[in-house]
């Protein structure tokens, strides 16, 4: 079966601008939850979305946010995007709190 | 507040030996543990899964046990390959769809 899918891979943004991201998870599944991957701070949790309500939110800036759709697929933007924001961002699918698996995410660079 | 602690951060074995690596948590009320595998620059990959009710779980070379009690899991690679070299993250499922993650402990298996 097809896995978790991140669009897209790579994405180059100047400061000040906004991004969105996609993330489809795996068939069935309907938890989604992303997390920020920088070498400083290692991988954190952003938020988690389950049929189609966040359900669960980490201690990000109201700038990043989120929103899941009826077929599961969700989308994660960030506004006025600052240095800092560069990372890789990852997205998880799970069926409700069971195992969790995860896209290639995607390597977001602001300059 | 949940912290999880992986040790040792980079740890290096020649061929064959078995590798053993360490997490410990701090809030022992948790729905389950699981260890993933990272290569560099991609997405993770969910290596084993263990329910709070379970004390071990096995997948071909790789085993790993949970103390739920103490706070530690311990993933246990037989007969170390080089392909085995990764980075190896625990992460445990508290509150709804959050996971929280230890650092990593970055393996090289050197033929």
């Known amino acids: 079966k097809a896995g978790v899918t991140q669009t897209p891979r790579y994405l180059i943004k100047t400061r000040g601008q906004q991004v969105t991201l996609s993330c489809s998870p795996i068939?069935?599944?309907?938890?989604v939850s992303w997390y920020q991957q920088t070498p400083g701070q290692g991988l954190q949790f952003l938020f988690e979305y389950f049929s189609e309500t966040q359900r669960n939110k980490g201690n990000f800036p109201g700038r990043f946010s989120g929103r899941q759709f009826s077929n599961s697929r969700s989308e994660m933007n960030v506004s006025t995007l600052e240095l800092g924001d560069s990372a890789l961002y990852l997205c998880?699918?799970?069926?409700?709190?069971?195992?969790?698996?995860f896209g290639q995410g995607t390597r977001l660079t602001v300059v | 507040k949940q912290e999880v602690t992986q040790i040792p951060a980079a740890l290096s074995v020649p061929e064959g030996e078995n590798l053993v690596l360490n997490c410990s948590f701090t809030d022992s009320a948790i729905y389950n543990l699981q260890w993933f595998r990272q290569d560099p620059g991609k997405g993770l990959t969910s290596l084993l899964l263990i329910q709070s009710s379970q004390r071990e779980q096995t997948s071909g070379r790789l085993n790993a046990s949970l103390d739920k009690s103490s706070g530690r899991s311990t993933l246990y690679i037989a007969a170390s390959q080089p392909g085995d070299s990764a980075t190896y993250l625990c992460a445990v499922r508290g509150s709804w769809g959050k996971l929280q993650f230890g650092a990593g402990t970055q393996v090289v298996v050197t033929p």
């Open positions: 998880a699918s799970s069926l409700s709190d069971t195992e969790a698996f």
């Open positions: 068939s069935g599944h309907r938890s």
